[in-house]
């Protein structure tokens, strides 16, 4: 007798859930959130070390080879992805960017 009250609630709580994709949606978007601000995190690192390192080798790196050869692994890869980030070197500035998409930040010059 009591198993119809339970199969509606049953019923009601996969419908909720079925249309609860906002929610799902909204954690999504926390946790992309998240992701880019590890990945700025490290970005913003690796921007002091290029400077620091720059400043005492009196040099400027320019490829991602020297980049990979300056700083530590865990500076020169996304956290989330892994991948390495890519150093573009324009006339007047130098960007560092996460191939992902996450972050880009401007390496000043001298
Ligand atoms: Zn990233």
Same mark, same amino acid.
């Given at each position: $007798?009591?198993? /119809?009250?339970?199969?509606?609630? /049953? ?12 929610? %799902?949606?909204?954690?999504?978007? /926390? ?8 990945? =700025? ?6 921007? *002091? =070390?290029?400077?620091?390192?720059? *400043?005492?080798?009196?040099?400027? /790196? ?5 980049? =990979? ?7 020169? +890869?996304?956290?989330?992805?892994? %991948?390495? *980030? ?7 500035? =130098?960007?560092?960017?996460?191939? +992902?998409?996450?972050?880009? +930040? %401007?390496? $000043?010059?001298?």
């Amino acid at each position: $007798m009591r198993v /119809i009250p339970l199969l509606f609630f /049953i019923l009601a709580l996969t419908v909720s859930c079925g249309t609860g994709t906002s929610s %799902e949606l909204k954690l999504e978007e /926390i946790r992309l959130r998240l992701e880019v601000n590890q990945c =700025r995190l490290v970005l913003e690192n690796a921007r *002091y =070390r290029v400077m620091s390192w720059e *400043y005492d080798h009196g040099e400027r /790196i320019v490829t991602g080879d020297e980049l =990979r050869a300056a700083l530590p692994e865990s500076l020169v +890869v996304c956290p989330v992805t892994l %991948e390495p *980030y890519i150093l573009e070197t324009g006339p007047d500035a =130098r960007h560092l960017t996460c191939p +992902v998409g996450h972050e880009s +930040v %401007e390496l $000043m010059e001298e």
